[in-house]
């Protein structure tokens, strides 16, 4: 099979990112920005993540292609993730993406960001279809059947917050800064996670929703009554740990037996996304579940460049090219997934 390079741009939330990759699973440059804006808000100001995008792109498409050694004319085409995510961010990402296809003429695809979380795995390791997935980031918390390239069975979802959401702001209520997961993760580490009892919710229903807003209102109360020193962060940062990977176990026993009942046959189970870098939650499923568990390494986790480009060599590969006047969308599930 003919060697693809595919230039890959993503800008759906936070992270300005160009890779370059190509279809022998070799990245030959990956420039990445986290804004940094956003620290002092607590969350992302859309607005203000678009204008970051727009400064950062052009700079970054630049340095991408001098890192690699190769000319725009080498791609076989040019990926960009187009939703969901920020309307602003995609729009500048996506037309960027556009412009150059145009301009060198080869084909442009279209990313879903679900997508390419799912699959980034498949760059890293022999994963074969069908396998399940686990979402779990700052905007997303779901599980899934991956079928094959673009299709998809969505099996629970969050009904309130995303685990990412939870984290971000339980760490804003003990003034801890943003984003929330690295630094709750770094306080759990001194704390006693049996502590606080904080509601597992769902556990015991069938199916694998989730929620994760009676924990947040759960610290709310207790932080009414309770002095906010070192020694209380530490074990509410542990004890919310605790209580997520009850959940998480939980609702992926539940999972598994939805995939069943399917009649599917799985071996793999991947974990993707901003939290699946977590180790204290993904450390715990795997003691506990015996699926074949994998997750991308902590930078492939987070939003990259690098997952948009492998999706698009996939999609490549398969003749799923899309039309330059496709528009981003703001909201795409990966069941709408139609081109």
Known sequence: MKNHTILAIETSCDETAVAIINSNREILAHEIISQTEHKIHGGVIPEV?????????????????KTSGLNFIDLAAIAATSGPGLIGGLMVGTMMAKAISHAIKKPFIAVNHLEAHALVIRLLHKVEFPFLVLLISGGHCQFLIAQDIGKYIKLGKTLDDSIGEAFDKIARMLGLGYPGGPIIEEFAKHGNGKRFNF?????????????????????KILLKRLKLNERNICDICASFQECVSDILLDRVNNAITMAKS????????????????NNFLTENLKKHIYLNILSPPKHLCTDNAVMVGWVGIERLQRGYINSIDFAPKAKWSLEDYIY
């Open 262 to 277: 399917l009649n599917f046959t799985l071996n793999d189970f991947v974990i993707s996304g901003g939290v699946a870098a």
């Open 49 to 65: 993540a678009s204008r970051a995008h727009m400064e950062h792109l052009g700079y970054l498409v630049k340095n991408a292609i």
């Open 199 to 219: 509601p597992r919710a769902m556990i015991k229903r069938q199916g694998c929703d989730f929620s994760f807003s009676g924990i947040k209102t759960a610290v």
